[in-house]
C-alpha cells in the first residue's frame, strides 16, 4: 500500500514541479546561500515548532511547560558541556552512553567506541534520553551540568497530545507513548520507528569511524566534491531529470552551500559521524523523492513538510548522490 501510494504521489510531484514555478529545485541551492531554516523544521522544537512542539506559551495553562527558543535544546551560550569534541556550545548530556558498536568492517576498520557529534545526536535520536534534557535551561532555569530533564509538556501538530510529558522522547518499541497515536495515524509506526535510531549502532552506516582512502572505494578526501561526476555510465536522462539533480554535487558545509569543498570538510576529526551526511539545521526542500507520501496533512503540501532528512547533500540521495560521493562506486 505504501508502494503504491509513494509512486502515485511521485507522479503528482512530477506534474507539481512542472506546471508550478514555486516548487523548490536544486538550482534555488546555489553556492554561497545559508544552510539554514532550522525554524521551519522538525528540529525545531520550541512551542513554534512545526511536529514536536513543547507547550503553547500562548496559553496559559500551559504557560511555563516549555519554551520558545530553539537553539537551546542543543545549544547555549554559557555552561557548555565540553565532552563531545567538536560539537561547539553543547547543551546536552547522554543519558546512556552504552551503544552497540559498529564493530568490523571488510575494509578492516573496527568500530569499537561512539563519540563526538554522533553522541550529541544520538543524545535524543537513541531512543532513551528526553528532548527537554538540557545543561542550562532557557532563562534563568537554571544549570544543571548533568543535564536535567524540564518536565516540560510536549504536543503534536495543531496541539494534540495530552497533560504529561510522555512524547518527550522518541518510543524505541511499539508498544510506548508515540505508538498511542500512531498505530492508528496514516503512515502508521513506520512514520516515527524511523527516527529512532536507537542505541544498536551495528545496523546503521559506520558512525565515528575513521575514513581511511583505499578502503571500502573511498576517494581521496582532497577530492572537490562539486567535480565529482555522478551521472558517468547513467541512463542518458540522468543529467537532465529532476532539475538537474545529478549534474551538480554542492553540499551544506560550514554553514552555506559550497561547490569548492572537499570530503575533508565533511569529516570530524578525520572521522564519519552523523553530521558528516546530516546538517541538522539545514531545511533541505530540493530532494524530489521525500515525504511523497498522503499522510502529510499537518503542513499542507509536501514541499513545506520537507527537511530532505536534514541531508547536507544538495538534492538529497537522488541516484544515491550521497553515498557516491564518498565511495567512488
Ligand atoms: C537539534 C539540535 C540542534 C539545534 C536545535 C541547533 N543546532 Fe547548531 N549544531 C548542532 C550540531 C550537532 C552541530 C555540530 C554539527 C557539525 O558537526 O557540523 C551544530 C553546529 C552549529 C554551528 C557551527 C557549525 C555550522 O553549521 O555553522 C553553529 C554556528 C550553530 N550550530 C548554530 C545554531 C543556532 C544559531 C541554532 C538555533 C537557531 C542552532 N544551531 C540549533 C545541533 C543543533
Ligand atoms: C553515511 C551517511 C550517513 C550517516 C553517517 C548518517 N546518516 Fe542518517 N541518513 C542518511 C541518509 C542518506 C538518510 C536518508 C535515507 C532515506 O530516506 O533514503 C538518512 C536518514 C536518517 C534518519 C531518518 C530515517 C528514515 O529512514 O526516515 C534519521 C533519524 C537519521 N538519518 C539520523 C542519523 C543519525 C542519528 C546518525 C548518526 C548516528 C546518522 N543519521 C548518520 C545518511 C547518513
Ligand atoms: C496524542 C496523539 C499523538 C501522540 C501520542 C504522538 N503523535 Fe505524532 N502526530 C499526531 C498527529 C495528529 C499528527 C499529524 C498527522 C498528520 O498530519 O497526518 C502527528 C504527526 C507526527 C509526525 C509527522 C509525520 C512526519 O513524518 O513528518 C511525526 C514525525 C510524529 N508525529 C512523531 C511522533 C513521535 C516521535 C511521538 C512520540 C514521541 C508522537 N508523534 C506521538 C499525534 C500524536
Ligand atoms: C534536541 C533533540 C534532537 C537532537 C539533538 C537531534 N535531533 Fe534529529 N530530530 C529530533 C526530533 C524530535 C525529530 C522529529 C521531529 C518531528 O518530526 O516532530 C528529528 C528528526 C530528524 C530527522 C528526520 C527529518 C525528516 O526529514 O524527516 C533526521 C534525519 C534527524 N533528526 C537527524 C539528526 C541528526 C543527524 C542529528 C545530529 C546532527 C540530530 N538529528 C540531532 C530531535 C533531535
Ligand atoms: C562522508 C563519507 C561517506 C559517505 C557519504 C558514505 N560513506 Fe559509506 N563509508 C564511509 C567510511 C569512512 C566507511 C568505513 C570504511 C572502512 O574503514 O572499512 C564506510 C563504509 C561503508 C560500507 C561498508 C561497511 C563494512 O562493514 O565494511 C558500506 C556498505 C557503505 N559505507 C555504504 C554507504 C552508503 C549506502 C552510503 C550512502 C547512504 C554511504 N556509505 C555514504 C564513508 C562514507
Known sequence: MKKILFSLMSLFAGLAVAGSASA???????????????GGTRHNLGSFGPVIHTGEQASPFL???????????????HHTNTA??????????????????????????????????????LSCHDGVTTFDNLV??????????????????????????SFTNPL??????AGGACASCHVSLPGGMGTI?????????????????????????????????????????LNASAPTLFGGNLAQNRWAVKG????????????????????SCHDP??????????????YENWCGTSELCTDGQFLRRVGGNTGSGVCRTCHDK
Open 136 to 161: 542550562n535551561a532557557p532563562g534563568k532555569g537554571g544549570v544543571n551540568s548533568a543535564g536535567k530533564d524540564q518536565g516540560w509538556w510536549f504536543l503534536m501538530p495543531g496541539g494534540v497530545g
Open 281 to 294: 539545521h539545514f531545511k533541505n526542500s530540493s530532494w524530489d523523492e521525500v515525504e511523497s507520501v498522503a
Open 24 to 38: 523548490l529545485t536544486v538550482s534555488d541551492y546555489t553556492a554561497g546561500v545559508a544552510a539554514g531554516g532550522i
Open 63 to 77: 504557560a511555563g511547560m516549555g519554551t520558545t527558543e530553539i537553539c537551546v535544546f542543543c545549544h547555549t551560550p
Open 168 to 173: 518527550d522522547h522518541f518510543d524505541p518499541s
Open 84 to 121: 563531545l569534541g567538536p560539537t561547539p556550545l553543547w547543551n546536552r548530556v547522554n543519558a546512556t552512553t552504552t551503544f552497540t558498536t559498529y564493530g568490523p568492517t571488510i575494509g578492516g576498520s573496527n568500530v569499537t567506541a561512539v563519540g563526538s557529534v554522533s553522541l550529541a545526536c
Open 193 to 233: 520507528a524511523r527516527l529512532t535510531i536507537g542505541t544498536d549502532l551495528s545496523n546503521d552506516h559506520p558512525v565515528s569511524v575513521t575514513y581511511t582512502t583505499g578502503r571500502a572505494g573511498l576517494r581521496q578526501t582532497n577530492t572537490v566534491i562539486s567535480a565529482i561526476n555522478l551521472t558517468a555510465g
Open 256 to 275: 552555506f552551500i559550497s561547490d569548492t569543498a572537499t570530503i575533508a570538510d565533511l569529516l570530524r576529526d578525520n572521522k564519519v559521524e552523523c553530521s
